[in-house]
């Protein structure tokens, strides 16, 4: 799926046809008001204030058509430069734009653009004619806060999309539909992997097939860290607010933080993991013979997320973040990298999942540190993408305050880009954690810190598998690997019992579904659940101790021996198909 605001010229057209959406809704209901209609990566939104008024879905047809008529009028879209005075007095019945004009920075150049009868306060640029703007789709209607503010009145927001044809406009409705059948929530529920309840909004259950699928995926994480030379901690879910102030998250980011006291003592729940892993760093002497030390925790943590923000597992308040935090020297920093963005493309061919990654430099004010360190570092990770044979996108000014990183970004299946992997400097927490090391000179330094973590968090990774492989987990991740069913269970329910044992004594996750009902039934079901193997036993296979096999999504029937079956899905298993 396209990314709006990555193309400059998509950017341009969406923002114009946010001004014709806006246009349109002043023609239909004429006392609407307009805050502000900004391009986002899904296209653009409008919000407005419509007074007694409301828009529902039934009703963008109608703003369609009104859009369409203006679009084919064609008029010019002119960009006018005003004094504050003249954009003060053009809006002075509209009391959101005149809280945008008295916001602006001293010596701002306003601007407005108008088309036809319609104008509005705009920084641009647009497309020339309302012409330009014909292949548009109006694509949904939600509240939104005036400012984001929750204690501010609510305003009616209208998303939409415009492309230059109408044929890209065609393929990308296709992508949402097929983005919708995916939909991890709507499977999640279906394929009973989780659940979520009202009471503890953002916090998911996880069910006994989503649970089986979060710890193949966990011990697949732990096997392949273990083979790069990671060795695991773990830290405590709550510890006290001291050690929160030394971070610096007591101050930076309380308002996200769950807390409570013990024994009159302020505590918090970890947001993050990194303190604690500072406190195991600090618990031994560490020498340069020691690095680099990789030290990763699949740590529980919890953040209060706005309620209007939670969306299934993609965002939640309580997550396990895969962390790793490496300490290292400084002329560690390039091969330890290095070898850490080639362990990230190992995991995610796994998945078939292809990346890029994206250089965040320092930001211009508020960073820590000197600049000739953050030159060094920054330099350090681009020369690291070289050497593991990456191109990488720069992002200038988009680093973190406590250093430079490095972001991989997935492509799903339906090219949805999902940004999941990072790598971070950090150059504030050995700092303030006092963290060093006894150098080859006897000397005590401070070691260079790595953030990284690879899924991102595992909640919102499994989210993306779902929709990646639309439910269908290849055989090694599915909850279900096999299915055994009896075709008449008075004179096969016996042999049925018999596979599913042998299957089952194989390390193979496998049911039996004996119940009362037709094959065509039960076969439907499971292929519902997506189960990637039915085993269909009748009186052949019973009479000649085979399976007969049908793969999830196919009518082929193959057949063979419960051992070359065995041994047939136990390589598939291991080759991770």
């Known amino acids: 799926m396209v990314n709006v605001k990555e193309n400059e010229k998509l950017s341009i057209m969406n923002h114009s046809c946010a001004h014709l959406l806006a246009h349109a809704i002043k023609r239909l209901y004429p006392h609407a008001k307009f805050w502000v209609g900004p391009v986002i990566e899904e296209g653009f939104y409008y919000d407005m204030d419509l007074g007694e008024d409301s828009i529902k879905e039934e009703d963008l047809p109608a703003i369609e058509k009104e859009m369409k008529k203006i679009a084919k009028d064609g008029k010019r879209i002119v960009r006018i430069e005003l004094s504050k005075e003249e954009a003060l007095e053009m809006f002075k019945n509209d009391e959101y734009k005149l809280d945008l004009i008295n916001n602006m920075e001293a010596g701002e150049v306003i601007t407005a653009y108008k088309q036809d009868e319609f104008i509005d306060l705009c920084r641009g640029p647009h497309v020339e004619t309302t012409k330009e703007l014909r292949n548009f789709k109006l694509l949904k209607v939600s509240g939104a806060y005036f400012k984001g503010d929750s204690n501010n009145q609510v305003m009616q927001r209208v998303y939409g999309i415009c492309f230059p044809t109408q044929e890209e406009l065609d393929e990308h409705l296709n992508s949402i539909e097929e983005a919708k059948k995916r939909d991890h929530r709507k499977l999640g529920k279906e394929l009973e992997l989780f659940m979520l309840s009202d009471y503890g909004p953002g916090f998911p259950f996880w069910l006994p097939k989503g649970m089986t699928l979060k710890n193949t995926l966990t011990e697949f994480w732990n096997k392949i860290h273990i083979k790069a030379g990671y060795q695991f901690i773990q830290t405590p879910i709550m510890l006290n607010r001291e050690l929160w102030e030394t971070s610096g998250h007591w101050f930076n980011y309380k308002e996200n933080m769950y807390t409570s006291s013990i024994d009159e003592k302020e505590f918090a729940i970890k947001p993050m993991n990194c ?303």
């Open 275 to 577: 303190p604690g892993g500072m406190l195991v760093y600090k618990n031994s002497i560490h020498s340069y013979k020691d690095f680099p030390l990789r030290l990763g925790e699949l740590g529980m943590v919890h953040r209060h997320e706005a309620s209007g923000a939670l969306a299934g597992l993609f965002r939640v308040r309580v997550f396990t973040q895969d962390d790793a935090h490496i300490f290292m020297t400084e002329e560690q920093i390039r091969d330890e990298i290095a070898s850490i963005i080639l362990l990230y493309k190992e995991v995610y061919s796994v998945f078939n999942l292809k990346f890029h990654i994206e250089l965040s430099t320092r930001p211009e004010k508020k960073f820590i540190g000197d600049i000739k360190t953050w030159d060094i570092a920054e330099k350090a990770l681009a020369d690291a993408c070289t050497k593991a044979g990456f191109e990488y996108k720069l992002n200038p000014g988009d680093g973190a305050f406590y250093g430079p990183k490095l972001d991989f970004k997935l492509r799903d299946s339906i090219n949805r880009i999902w940004q999941c992997g990072t790598i971070q400097l950090d150059m504030n927490l050995p700092e303030r954690f006092d963290l060093t090391y006894v150098a080859e000179d006897g000397s005590k330094k401070r070691p260079v810190m790595i953030h990284r973590a690879l899924f991102g968090s595992l909640e919102r990774f499994i989210g993306i598998l779902i929709e990646h492989y639309a439910g269908a987990f290849p055989t090694w991740l599915a909850p279900v690997q096999a299915k055994v069913l009896p075709v008449n269970n008075q004179y096969h329910q016996e042999y049925a019992k018999q596979v599913y044992k042998a299957l089952q004594e194989n390390g193979i996750r496998v049911e039996l579904d004996d119940r009362e009902e037709k094959l065509g039934y039960r076969l439907r079901e499971s292929q519902i659940q997506k189960v990637p193997f039915n085993l269909i036993l009748g009186d052949n296979e019973k009479n000649t101790v085979s399976v007969a096999y049908r793969r999830y999504n196919s009518n082929e029937t193959v057949s063979m021996t419960i051992e070359e079956f065995i041994s047939f899905l136990k390589k598939e298993i291991e080759h991770k198909n």
